[in-house]
């Protein structure tokens, strides 16, 4: 199979050297995996990771090859817009 052939350091999806805390979700797995089926397209086969994503522009960024910190980068600004709103209906503290 072909993950079995797939080998990374990283145990978990969550960057715990970059956030100690284990609050971010590491976008390294995605684009290493990606980068070790590009050549046949495997990653992408159909829109589902487009449904999971809400859109396309991440599946672009990763098949432009944007390292993760340049990804991260172009969201920001949504992300401020979302904490804005969310505020409006956060139950708690």
Not at 28 to 42: G, K, P, T
Not at 60 to 67: C, D, F, P, S, V
Request: overall charge negative; charged content about 30%.
């Amino acid at each position: 199979m072909w993950i079995s052939s797939y080998s990374t350091s990283r145990t978990s999806a969550f960057d715990f050297e970059a956030d100690p805390a284990g609050l971010r979700l590491t976008l390294r797995w995605l684009i290493d995996f990606h980068a070790a089926l590009s050549e046949d397209d495997r990653f992408f086969p159909n829109n589902f990771f487009n449904k999971l994503a809400r859109n396309d522009a991440l599946m672009a960024q990763i098949k432009m090859g944007l390292e993760e910190h340049e990804i991260r980068t172009t969201c920001q600004q949504d992300l401020k817009e979302f904490r804005v709103v969310r505020e409006r209906y956060r139950l708690y503290q």
